[in-house]
């Protein structure tokens, strides 16, 4: 059993590397997405701040889903925290095309933050399968919001970034309803309070950093 586990940490930290150093895989087609016009600097500035936030949001997201996973009680759960930190893997994809089309780069944060996110996650799925699912109801909660008030943020006319956080904003959407329908326990409005306060402090800090 020890042995099982610490394999696991060891296959987590081995996609962390991948993750942070961009050698991972990509299994979505950005083409889908309407097709980049011309920004003003400004509204490329404005779109490289928040697809920078948002990079460093799809990084801690899937390191939070595969610290729970490390600590799931049942195999169910651990499945879908599994398939949660895939799909977060794709919008990482997506993120990364769009600060490269920007000639942005990623925050310098992101493994400090990736490591939070692993430690914060594995005590979160020791808790038990309802908080650690009621935990990913929180999180998708706020990445929603927030990804709406990038949403609104962006110039009109940047209707290839726009279309990007729309469809992560979507599945961010299916995960919070589907821990919700697999007994996640909701969190009280102070405890959500607190976790909006963590990720303003990680959005402000990778919009400059």
């Known amino acids: 059993m020890l042995r099982d586990f610490l394999d696991e940490v060891i296959l987590v930290a081995d996609n962390g590397l991948r993750v942070l150093s961009g050698n991972h895989e990509r ?3 950005t083409n889908k997405f309407p097709q980049a016009t011309k920004l003003t600097e400004k509204n490329r500035r404005t779109a490289a701040k928040l ?16 610290g729970q996973a490390l600590t799931a009680r049942s195999d169910a759960v651990r499945k879908q925290l599994k398939a949660a930190a895939t799909e977060e893997r794709q919008h990482l994809a997506i993120c990364e095309t769009r600060l490269k089309e920007l000639d942005a ?49 962006l110039d009109p006319s940047d209707t290839r970034t726009l279309a990007m956080l729309e469809s992560i904003r979507d599945d961010e959407a299916q995960h919070q309803a589907t821990a919700v329908d697999r007994g996640g326990r909701i969190f009280a409005s102070p405890i959500k309070s607190i976790m909006a306060l963590a990720a303003k402090v990680m959005t402000r800090s990778t919009a400059q950093i």
């Open 27 to 29: 299994q979505i087609d």
């Open 51 to 66: 697809m920078r936030i948002n990079h460093c949001g799809e990084i801690c997201a899937q390191a939070l889903y595969e």
């Open 105 to 153: 780069r990623p925050s310098l944060l992101e493994p400090l933050f990736y490591a939070a996110s692993v430690t914060m996650g594995a005590l979160v799925g020791g808790l038990g399968d309802r908080t650690s699912l009621g935990f990913v109801e929180a999180t998708e909660d706020e990445v929603c919001n927030h990804l709406e008030r990038h949403i609104h943020e």
